[in-house]
Structures are given as C-alpha cells and as structure tokens.
C-alpha cells in the first residue's frame, strides 16, 4: 500500500512521478482539517468558562496559547521535514494532535484546558508540512497550481472550523466536538499512512544546526527575505483589519452586533476558493506579477476604507478585494520560495510562515492602538501603509536590475 509515488536521486531529492488528484485533495484536506483545530476553541469559550468556572481573562488564554502552540510547532518542528522521512513526521504530528483534542474533550480544570491547548497548536503545524510534501511532488510546471488547490483546503478549514465548532457543541456539547475532531484526526492518519509515498530525508544535519539553517537560508537567499518580508507587511493589514473589525462595526453609524461582524468572515471564501487560479497564474505568467498585484488590492482597498469610512459597500467590496490580495500573494510567495532550494522546502516554508505570523501579531496590536487613537480610518492608514511597503519591497529587486 506504501509504492512510492516518486523516485529519488542520488543526492536525496524526492522526484514526482504520476501526482494524482486524489494525492493532492488528500493534502487540501488534511491541511484544512489539521489548521481547523485552532479555532475550535474560539466561538465555545463561554461553554468552556461556564463549566470550569474559569473568569473571561483565564479563559482568553486558551485560543493565545494555540495560537503560541502553532508557532512554536512551526519554527522547531517543521523543518524536521528535511531531517527525517516526511510522510513519517506527517504521520507522529497526526497522532499527537488526536492525542490533544481527546484530551480536550476529558478535561476538568483549566490547567488541563491550557496544556491540551498548547498540544494542539504544537501538533497542528502538520498542515504546514502538508504544503511544502505537495511542493516536492508536484511537477514544476504545475507546483503553485497544486501548493493552490492545497493552500485553499488550508483556508477553508480556518474559515468553517469556527462555524463546525459553534454548531456542534451548541447541539452535542463542546466536548462532542473535540471528540469527533479527534476522530476525524485519526482516520486521516489511517488514510494518510496507506496513500502518502515517503520521502527522503534531504539533510542529515543534527536538529541544532537544523534550526540554525533558518538563519543561514534568511542571509543566503535574497528572494526569501523580499518574500518573508513582503507577506508580513500583508499580514499585518490582514490582522489590523479583523482584530478591529468587529468594535468598529458596533459603533455608530453601523451599530451592528456580532453576527453581522462574523458574517464578513465568509469573505475570506474568496480568498480560499482562488487560491489555485492564483497559483496557475503564478504557473503561467511568473510570481512576480501575482505577489505585486496581491499588493495593489490591498493599497486600493485600504484607501477605499480610509476615503469613505462609513460607506457599508465600500467596506464589503473592499474586504472581499484586500483578503483576495493577501491570499494570492501568499501562494504566489511560497512559489517562489519553493523553488529556491528544494533540499530546504520545509525550512524555507517555517521562515515565510513564521514571518507571516510575527505581521498578524504586530497588526492586531498596531491596529488595535490606531483604532483608539485614531478610529476606522485611522485603522485604514495602517493597512495603507502596509500595503504600500509590500509593494515597494516586491518592486524594490525589478528597480535595481
């Protein structure tokens, strides 16, 4: 059941044969199916205070620590993807992470709720080890076609995982949900381990020098630094943006309440459902333009929010236009960055997504700060502005040449 869909040279590079498409909606799925397991938590935390009899600032740790759990899983365990045997990695990360959520569901304290939490986010940083496994096996006329139609799986288990959550522990109890995600979970390992071929370690570093590559690919590699950089600029108006979104839209002249707030979230379905045509693009015409456009639909839709603050069309074209942005410049980055060094696809793919999360955590505090200080628009020239610096750094190597 474990034939190799791939043979590998005599240096250790894994080289596709026969992708199929079943392979890559497996890795859309487990990718969106292991992110989904960060935002479980969010919309049943009043569940979880009322039952622990936890306060709303103990509480409001649990989606911090996932979120800190990710990151960590990200910078020290997914390079481990060019140490060992990636399928393996795959695999251990899959276990864990069921580990975790079942854990979730028997908890009884918040100590407990804390360290399953922290589990979970560590484990599920295997979605991030499902993009570059597509990378190695797709073809290079097709990888950011199919890192896409993988990357979309990704956002769509962001985006219904926190609607799954509230339907189900409204109807079963919040801790049905951790259970049947743990479920979930293992039947993908079982599927997983049947279709997913092994890989060949590309590096036999020891992990110590493993992390400290990270660094030596950041001074080594020039379109990986434009990349990094560029995407937490992006990042960082993405962040701004929905860390506020919701206060803002309860204040005069809007006075909507939070329902209305969590159903702009359907616009990063947009984003989703077009991450592979921003791949093919990417496929066709280069990255470049793709990364450089994404840019531009962040610019005009932040000076749209800071020209018309209160125009209720503005904000929904707008925020259906910068997350299409954002979106596609992320695909179009890890494109580019996949094609750098092959042997170092998983750690080229820990330093653009660590990057993307240092942006989102810098702009949901910068904007967070401009909104007191300064309202929405003031909210829109800090995504202006980040918008605007991603671009000049994306043009910034085309000026010099």
């Not at 569901?105 to 939490?117: F, G, H, K, P, R």
Request: hydrophobic share 55%.
């Amino acid at each position: 059941m474990n034939t190799p869909a791939s043979s590998t040279t005599a240096d250790g590079l894994v080289l596709p044969r026969g992708l199929d498409n079943m392979l890559v909606v497996l890795l859309a799925c487990a990718a969106g199916l292991t992110c989904a397991a960060l935002y479980y938590n969010q919309p049943i935390l009043g569940l979880l205070a009322s039952e622990l009899g936890a306060s709303p600032a103990a509480i409001g740790r649990i989606p911090t620590l996932t979120q800190i759990g990710y990151t960590i899983g990200i910078l020290l365990l997914a390079p481990l993807g060019d140490r060992y045997d990636r399928r393996r990695v795959i695999l251990v990360k899959l276990v864990i992470l069921a580990a975790g959520l079942f854990a979730m569901a028997i908890t009884q304290s918040l100590l407990q709720l804390c360290a399953a939490s922290l589990a979970i986010g560590i484990a599920a940083s295997v979605a991030q080890d499902c993009v570059p496994a597509a990378a190695t096996l797709a073809p290079e006329a097709k990888r950011g076609k199919i890192v896409g139609h993988v990357m979309m799986g990704l956002l769509l288990g962001i985006l219904l995982s926190r609607v799954v959550s509230g339907t189900v522990a409204a109807a079963f109890g919040w801790r049905s949900m951790f259970i049947a995600a743990a479920l979930t979970v293992l039947g993908l390992a079982v599927i997983m381990q049947r279709r997913l071929p092994a890989f060949a370690p590309t590096t036999r570093e020891p992990y110590l020098r493993l992390l400290g590559s990270l660094v030596t690919l950041w001074q080594r590699h020039p379109a990986l630094r434009r990349a990094a950089l560029a995407q937490l600029c992006l990042s960082a108006a993405f962040s701004a943006f929905w860390s506020t979104l919701a206060v803002m839209l309860l204040q005069p002249p809007f006075g909507f309440g939070s329902a209305i707030a969590g159903a702009f979230g359907l616009a990063g379905a947009v984003g989703a459902l077009a991450a592979p045509l921003a791949g093919h693009f990417a496929d066709r015409r280069g990255p470049e333009p793709v990364t450089r456009a994404g840019a531009v639909l962040v610019i005009v839709s932040f000076a749209a929010f800071a020209a018309a603050p209160q125009n209720l069309g503005l904000l929904i074209a707008g925020t259906l236009l910068f997350d299409l942005g954002v979106q596609a410049a992320l695909i179009a980055h890890q494109s580019i960055i996949y094609g750098l060094e092959p042997a170092a696809r998983s750690r080229l793919n820990a330093v653009l997504i660590g990057s993307m999360f240092v942006g989102m955590s810098a702009g949901s505090a910068i904007g967070s700060l401009a909104l007191a200080q300064a309202g929405w628009r003031g909210v829109a020239l800090v995504g202006l502005i980040c918008g605007i610096t991603a671009l000049i750094t994306r043009l910034w190597p085309a000026r010099r040449a």
